[in-house]
Nanobody, 125 residues
Framework: QVQLVESGGGLVQAGGSLRLSCAAS????????MGWFRQAPGKERECVAA????????YYADSVKDRFTISRDNAKNTVYLQMNRLKPEDTAVYSC??????????????????WGKGTLVTVSS
């Protein structure tokens, strides 16, 4: 079993930055694909970023490219999402997810086996 715990959410003004963290326990993240998803009220959950255990292999949704950066610290068993130039439309619950046994990054939430409870990000205009 893998336990994922997110932190770092909060209230920020438009144009500001936040860094989300996802601390994993129970299994190393170094062999898994880690993803960040978000779900805004009334909308479907979407994958905003993901990182593979294969070096330098990442995915970003078009809506966050050049603003968000996903990274991993295998020694700390933690994945990060640096969010810059935040917009009100980035407001959502952000969740961390993990999947093992594949090298290709999936972007559909059904492909991920383990989930955190999420952290709320609110961007005010």
């Amino acid at each position: 079993q893998v336990q994922l715990v997110e932190s770092g959410g909060g209230l920020v003004q438009a144009g500001g930055s936040l860094r989300l963290s996802c601390a994993a326990s129970g299994r190393t993240i170094s062999t898994g694909i880690m993803g960040w998803f978000r779900q805004a009220p009334g909308k479907e959950r979407e994958c905003v970023a993901a990182i593979s255990w294969v070096a330098r292999n990442t995915y970003y949704a078009d809506s966050v490219k050049d603003r968000f950066t996903i990274s991993r610290d295998n020694a700390k068993n933690t994945v990060y999402l640096q969010m810059n130039r935040l917009k009100p439309e980035d407001t959502a619950v952000y969740s961390c997810a993990a999947v093992y046994g594949t090298s290709r990054i999936p972007t559909n939430d059904g492909a991920y086996s383990y989930w955190g409870k999420g952290t709320l990000v609110t961007v005010s205009s």
